[in-house]
């Protein structure tokens, strides 16, 4: 193995081997206008996406909400 | 487990995900997805550490006692997120889930 | 009924364009404000966000990338869902004037990108002291800063650069003319990379992260 020099690699921007699909993902996740904060945690299997802290408080809070509104006896806001 | 029909988690919310929904949920993948999340939050913290160390360490005020003991803590550390990220089947690139603005903390 | 949000782009832009898009749901083009906005529509939201997201995530792209071969679009963060059509017609309305400078400006621009990394992801050998893993770590991260530099002055066919740093690196931005995207690459690929870092250069993208004034 070399180690005179580093490397470097061209990826198009298609589906190719594994290793661009975790590149592609993380430039889909990375790159683009946020509109007010969309978050969303997949805690099923080894899919997390992760958008914006201040998000993640907005997120409880809206959590909270849901969980309140979906229950039998709730109040109504 | 059975979630009313008219709730409807958000874009906004926790995706826990109904039922019909999820591929590939067990609890050992809720599990993984966890410890990708809380380790790459340990991670993240680590780099931030590491800077500061080094940062102080060419600042020039500390003595070599300190400069040593600094860099054994690191070093632990690192080895311990390793070996607790192996655990759980994670590979250090599961690690650099980047975690939006708390990223930008690298900055500077 | 849900409107995932794809992109924008001008409304002479990409008339021809009917697609599939996330989850099977087709992708629509609509017109306000002076903006062609690509949505996919559906009556909940939910469909766009099962799991696994990833494969989501990458129909979105391939949205994008098929749009953004013939026109400047700016794309919306997946996944970016509003609530009716009139919250559309409303952000359309509010952001016109903005978009529209946006997409003139970058009318024939893209943005590549240079992942720098350590091809070592680092790890410390057992017998090394203290001060010898900081000193390591303290000659990498030079490495690393003074090659982003390096990298940054080299690419001069590129308007402008922009670097980030994230955990595993260095993330490298140019705008780079849809025109000069070859001579990009080239000029890359005679910059010699130090041992102990690896680049991954991707694009064309559409440019995002020129879109901020700084």
Known sequence: MSTETGSMVFAGNDLGDEMSLLDLLDHVLDQGVILRGNLVISLAGVDLVYLGLDVVLTSVETAMRHITRSAPAAAKK | MQEPANSEPGPESMDLGRPESRIDCTPENIEQGLAKLVLSLIELLRQLLERQAIRRMEGGSLTEEQVENMGEALMKLEAKIHELATHFGLTPADLNLDLGPLGNLLEK | ?214
């Open chain 3, 1 to 214: 009924m849900s409107l995932l949000l794809y992109c924008v782009a001008k409304p002479s832009a990409l008339q021809d364009e009917s697609q599939p898009g996330v989850a099977g749901t087709p992708v629509s083009r609509i017109e306000g404000s002076n903006l062609a906005a690509f949505v996919s529509r559906n009556d909940h939201h939910e469909v766009w966000l099962r799991t696994p997201l990833s494969t989501s995530a990458l129909e979105f792209h391939r949205v994008l990338t098929g749009l953004f071969k013939s026109a400047a679009i700016i794309p919306f963060r997946f996944p970016t869902i509003l609530e009716s059509d009139q919250e559309l017609a409303e952000l359309l309305n509010q952001r016109s004037s903005e978009y529209n400078t946006l997409l003139s400006k970058f009318e024939n621009w893209t943005q590549m990108e240079a992942q720098v990394s350590y091809s070592n992801p680092g790890g410390p050998a057992p017998t090394e002291s203290g001060t010898e893993y900081l000193l390591e770590r303290q000659r990498r991260q030079r490495t690393l800063a003074d090659f982003g530099s390096e990298l940054g002055s080299a690419i001069s066919v590129a308007g402008e650069w922009r670097h980030r740093s994230m955990k595993s690196g260095l993330r490298c931005f140019a705008l780079v003319e849809r025109n000069r995207i070859a001579q990009f690459k080239e000029r890359m690929q005679s910059i010699s990379v130090p041992a102990g870092l690896k680049v991954r250069v991707s694009g064309p993208w559409p440019v995002t992260e020129f879109l901020d004034p700084n």
